[in-house]
């Protein structure tokens, strides 16, 4: 009868344990009060054609940042100014990234993000001259480059 008991505690208890921490990514998602998706926007789990490839950012502040995109996958990387490897900071796959596409001020732009996050950090590509050639640019909050010689400007 006791170990019927302590079975029964134990079995209480793990239920209790496992169905809080079934709960906490929802509760952490209602705390921040936002969907999992960014409301209003439809997304899709494929990047832009015109956005694939690896992109190069320089800033003095901040060093330097690369963003690899690939069909079903971004990657950011970032490095302490001009040396040292590559230090891999985020990575969204498959039906972990969402891709949200919107028209703004004529410009097709689009955004990569994971669930719950709502940051609203869009990009547009383009075409400008730098050093005499037409270079394709990736431009949000910072602009980067498709070769690493133009973002070292």
């Known amino acids: 009868m006791f170990k019927k008991i302590i079975l029964l505690a134990t079995l209480a208890v793990l ?10 990514q929802s509760a952490a998602a209602k705390s921040y009060g936002s969907p999992k998706t960014l409301k209003g926007i439809k997304y899709t789990h494929t990047t832009p054609k015109r ?5 190069y950012n320089w800033d003095k502040t901040i060093g330097a940042n ?3 995109v690939k069909k079903h996958q971004v990657k950011w990387y970032y490095r302490q ?20 596409r919107q028209k703004l001020n004529h410009k097709q732009m689009f955004g990569f993000y994971a669930a719950y996050q709502d940051d609203f950090s ?3 590509t383009g075409t400008k001259k730098l050093k005499g050639k037409t ?5 949000g909050n910072y602009t980067y ?5 133009y973002a070292i400007r």
């Open 15 to 24: 239920g209790t344990a496992g169905g809080m921490a079934l709960n906490t």
């Open 145 to 149: 480059y498709k070769a690493w010689k």
């Open 81 to 100: 100014h001009k040396q040292g490897k590559w230090q891999h900071q985020q990575t969204l796959t498959g039906k972990k990234l969402y891709v949200y």
């Open 135 to 139: 270079v394709k640019y990736m431009s």
């Open 122 to 124: 869009f990009y547009y």
């Open 66 to 68: 690369k963003i690899v």
């Open 51 to 55: 956005a694939r490839g690896t992109w």
